[in-house]
């Protein structure tokens, strides 16, 4: 009896310092998982005025939208593309003096680049560079206010980046087109602003 109590204070022992390494390691994990969260504040306040500028494009577009007809469920094709070319004219035109680098301005542009050639190097960044170059998107306006083309390819960003990059609201997206990047609205395919030099 004492001997099997003996073994089960000894896998007692082991489960809870194997529980243990496990809460430390998601815990690490966790932090490499919110990069954001250790940035300068001079950093903080660049990427906070940047996702600012972001959530004031987002609520010029829901309110135009809700001023539009609602599609119904049973929508044909045809009336749901046409309902995404009135929601495109609606916001081009609210949005019609919106220029280059409006919402990507030089000081996070200057964090996004870094952030880019941070996160991929040597082989990684030769083989996101070979992704995005291959990628049929060779024709894609780099034009402010203007949709993205429906038959060209949607590069997604790596999930690696995307938590080094400032958080963007569900209907916003960055797209690679070459070495731009660019935010592109999700529902309408407006190219609301691009940066170039983004990939290394």
Do not use: W
Request: with cysteine; hydrophobic share 40%.
């Amino acid at each position: 009896m004492k001997k099997l109590s003996v073994f089960a204070m000894a896998l007692t022992l082991c489960l809870t310092l194997a529980l243990s390494a496990s809460t430390g390691a998601q815990t690490t994990a966790g932090q490499k998982q919110d990069p954001l969260a250790n940035l300068s504040a001079k950093d903080k306040q660049t990427v906070a005025a940047f996702e600012k500028r972001v959530k004031e494009y987002v609520k010029l577009r829901e309110r135009l939208e809700g001023k539009m007809p609602k599609l119904s469920k049973d929508a044909t094709p045809e009336q749901i593309e046409a309902h995404k070319t009135a929601f495109q004219a609606r916001v081009r035109a609210a949005r019609a003096g919106a220029k280059p680098g409006q919402m990507f301005k030089s000081d996070i542009a200057g964090f996004i680049r870094a952030a880019v050639k941070d996160e991929f190097k040597g082989r990684e960044r030769a083989e996101l560079r070979e992704t995005v170059f291959e990628a049929e998107t060779q024709g894609v306006p780099l034009r402010v206010n203007y949709p993205y083309p429906e038959a060209k390819e949607l590069v997604e960003m790596p999930p690696t980046l995307l938590l080094r990059l400032p958080q963007l609201p569900k209907q916003v997206r960055y797209r690679f087109v070459g070495r731009n990047m660019l935010l592109v609205d999700r529902e309408n395919a407006l190219i609301l602003d691009y940066m170039p030099d983004a990939l290394p």
